[in-house]
């Protein structure tokens, strides 16, 4: 059987992982998406980085914590299309991975395309710990 969580506890874990991310960053990657946030950075090309404000997000709702303004890239180190992200701590420590898209994503971005020297908005950023 599987553990469920009350909101109370989602809310609780959600601020948690939020505090790891205050004053870090969003990293935008081409594919391949690793297994997960600790599997090394091999083949994918950076695309973008975006710095989260500190504090980060705004109190958890439901499990769902959502991102303050982030920093726009401003010039982009390379060409390609944004397929996900990796969020790290201000000590560039990995947290977690996440994925991106125009819409229906965990970042939404203005568009998912980034020309070098270009510039790369983040629309929203929201993260989720589900409850029961």
């Known amino acids: 059987m599987a553990v469920t969580l ?4 989602a ?3 959600a601020d ?3 505090t790891l991310l205050n ?3 969003a990293k935008f990657y081409t594919t391949p998406r690793p297994a997960t946030a600790d ?3 091999t083949t994918q090309t950076l695309l973008a980085t975006s710095t989260f404000a500190n504090p ?3 109190s958890a709702s439901a499990g769902v914590l959502t991102a303050h303004a982030m920093t726009d890239e401003s010039d982009a180190p390379a060409s390609g299309t944004a397929v996900w992200f990796r969020a790290v701590t201000s000590g560039a420590a990995a947290v ?3 994925s991106v898209g125009t819409s229906d994503a ?3 971005l203005s568009t998912v395309t980034v020309l070098q020297h270009g510039v790369l908005s983040i629309t929203s950023c929201t993260l989720t710990i589900p409850e029961s």
Do not use: E, P, Q, Y
């Open 11 to 13: 809310n609780a874990m």
């Open 96 to 98: 977690l991975d996440g």
């Open 106 to 108: 965990d970042c939404v």
């Open 6 to 9: 009350s909101a109370a506890a």
């Open 39 to 41: 599997t090394a950075i």
């Open 56 to 58: 980060a997000f705004a």
């Open 16 to 18: 948690a992982l939020g």
């Open 23 to 25: 004053g870090g960053s």
